[in-house]
Structure formats: C-alpha cells, structure tokens
C-alpha cells in the first residue's frame, strides 16, 4: 500500500487506467491484508454537506472502515497555510468583510466580488498543495469539509449581492475562474440533510462554522442550502446524495465506505484463485 502518512493535494479528474492489484501477502493474524492499488493517483472523495451536517465525523468513521479493510486512506481538513496565503486566512477570518453579526451581509455590494475571489485563492493553494501529493500517497482521498461547498457559498454571495444575472450563469462564471485549478472529486458524497436540522445539530454540538445559533445564519441557511443543490446538480454524475435526517453517524458512514469500496473494487480484473479469500474480504459481493 501507499505509506499511510498525510499528503498535502491539483489534477484532472479520476480518468486513469483501471488500478490492479499486486500480488497481495497472505493476511497476518488479527490484521487486514494489505493491498496495494497499482494506480497513478488515488481515488478522491470529497464529503458535501451544509454546517451540521456531521461531514467531518462521517468521513473519519468512514475513513477508519476503509482502513480495515486494508486500503490506505487520508482523512483531510485543512493544510498547512504558510506566508502570504497564512496571513490572508487570518484576514479574512479575524475581518471578514461580510458581516456575521445582526442580518449579516456586505457593506457595498462590490465587497462581495473581492471576498469570493480572496477565498478561492485559498482554496486554489489548498487544492495545488495539500490534496493533490495525498493522491499520490494514498489509495484513498477523504475531504472533510467538501470542495463544492466553496462553490456553493461564493454562488449565495454573489447572487445575494448581484441578483440580476441569472443563477445559472453566475455558476458558470465562477466555475470558468475556477477551472485551471479545481480538484474535481471522484466522488462527491452529499449527505443530505434539511437545513433545519443540520443547523440544530450545529447549535447541539457548538461547531458548524461561525454562530451557528446566529440570525445571519438562520437567513443564510436557506439560501446556501438552495445553492449548494444547484452546484450539486451541476456535477450530478460525480455526485451520490446519502440520507442522513437522524441515522446514527456510524450507519451513514458504512454507506459511504460501502461505496467508496464498490468505486475501489469495480474496474478489478478476475482474480487469481489463490487470492479468492483475501478479494472477499475487500470486496464482498
């Protein structure tokens, strides 16, 4: 297997040769075989979800089925953030220039423009630098936090600010800008979930981004809500939505392993009678 340390991650999308197996060493006991997938990157997953959506537990609980199981897998948040953009961060979270408090918003309109294109330079830094050599170390790529959602919230802030273009070409545009560095998923698992109850999940919890008990965020909720499903749409073969309502975050997280698993396990080659028992073990049927 790829060494199991944390890359940091820009490429095109999952399009490589079908992976291959090699050969496998008999199973020690009390431990999973160890597999090796024989692919030049690794199979990129990002965890989609509004705040509370239960993303980041999720993907660790899924992150954990997977590895014992055998692969190798990164469970990421957010990398290091070094110089120019580290001090561009703590900018933009100490003095942001939309306002989190009261009905929230921008001062001038303009101000959102500037906001989402600062941001997506940080992202740009966290796609080029961060996922990217994960991939190359790694059988499988976890994004705790999602990569359309960025997308989702500079399309709500802009067509806040700006609503006389259409909602539609405002997306294009931003994907357009975004294009010659954006780190598509393979796949993008959308853990759907209503806003309402993402949002009393957030407050039970005290985390979610921001005040999740604030009325900037009770306003926001819905309109990011219906963004997020707009971009979803968008990138809809990449997309698989999981239902969460109130399942237990350990039932949902076996269903995105299952699939993550089943996108692992599907362009194998028939294998070799003598590896019949460890494949079972991998890939049940």
Known sequence: MRPGTQGSAVGPPHHAAPATLAGPPGPSAGRAPVWRLDGPRGLLVSTEGVWGAGKTTTAELAGEQLRATGFTVAVLHYGPRPG??????????????????GAGGYAHAHHATVDVLLRLCREAHQHQTFYEPA????DVVIIDHGVYSKIAWALTV?????????ADETLQRL????????????????????WPLARERAIARGRGGGNPAAIERLLFLPRYSAAYRRVLDAHHPRVLPIRVDLREAPEVAAEMAAAITGRLCAPLPAPRPRDLDEMSALCPS
């Open 175 to 194: 994907l357009d800008i975004v294009a010659p560095w954006f780190l598509h998923p393979d796949l993008a698992v959308f853990l759907n979930t209503p």
């Open 158 to 166: 802009l067509t806040e600010t700006q609503p006389n273009p259409p």
């Open 135 to 138: 991939l190359a170390e790694h």
């Open 84 to 101: 120019t953009i580290g001090r561009l961060s703590e900018v933009l979270e100490a003095q942001p220039l939309r306002s989190r408090t």
